[in-house]
């Protein structure tokens, strides 16, 4: 299941935009998804969507259509999203993971965003 | 459509066992799910696959005190000889019909 390793901590002003990154090591990061998913303070696991790093196909939810990108490098092993136009419900812990398909099987350690005015 | 549903709290005491329950709409009793843990502060991690037949596989390192079975639409999480480590959220998750990610809202354990 590997190990993913993510970037850290953003603050941005509202209407920016964050690029958080997902460095993946210990296993074939074209054989798994990757998945993001993201916690605002003191509330459940919220899904994005996922990227299949061997095509670079997507899926998102929709309530992120049209604000979410995922994106790949393969040559790094390195997944990453990047969401526009924030606001301060934004602001959560966002994670990664992988997945064979759509069982999450290993996290990484999150990245804090936090949207200010 | 499908919805995930979980208890918001449980409780029971150190050195005890605990059920969790997962139950997923009527019609969807045919898909598996994964249980993760969240304890305080940390990153979720991954407990379980369950299947609607009730065999389970586990993750590495996920200590035999923990299993899963099934019953029609709803998916359990047994933990036994409960620890204090064992404190934390449990998140029940699966996939819709439309290749997306479901999660349970998270059922908060307390070991008393």
């Known amino acids: 299941q590997g190990q993913l390793v993510q970037s850290g901590t953003e603050v941005k002003m509202s209407g920016a935009s964050v690029k958080v990154s997902c460095k993946a090591s210990?296993?074939?990061?074209?054989?798994?998804?990757i998945h993001w998913v993201r916690q605002a303070p003191g509330q459940g696991l919220e899904w994005m969507g996922w990227l299949n790093p061997k095509s670079g196909g997507t899926k998102y939810a929709q309530k992120f259509q049209g604000r979410v990108t995922m994106s790949r490098d393969t040559s790094t092993s390195t997944g990453y999203m990047e969401l526009s136009r924030l606001t301060s419900d934004d602001t959560a812990i966002y994670y990664c993971?992988?997945?064979?398909?759509?069982?999450?099987?290993?996290w990484g350690q999150g990245t804090l965003v936090t949207v200010s005015s | 459509q499908l919805v995930v549903t979980q208890s918001p709290s449980a409780s029971a005491s150190l050195g005890a066992s605990v059920k969790l329950t997962c139950t997923l709409t009527?019609?969807?009793?045919?898909?598996?799910i994964v249980w993760h843990q969240q304890q305080p502060e940390k990153a979720p991690r991954f407990l379980m696959k369950v299947k609607a037949d009730g065999s389970h596989t586990k993750g590495d390192g996920i200590p035999d005190r923990f299993s899963g079975s099934s019953s029609g639409a709803e998916r359990f999480l047994t933990i036994s000889s409960l620890q204090s480590e064992d404190e934390a959220v449990y998140y029940c998750?699966?996939?819709?019909?439309?290749?997306?990610?479901?999660f349970g809202g998270g059922t908060k354990l307390a070991v008393l």
């Open positions: 998750q699966t996939w819709g019909s439309d290749v997306s990610v479901l």
């Open positions: 993971a992988n997945a064979p398909w759509w069982e999450l099987t290993s």
């Open positions: 009527s019609g969807h009793s045919s898909y598996a």
């Open positions: 210990g296993y074939s990061f074209t054989g798994y998804y």
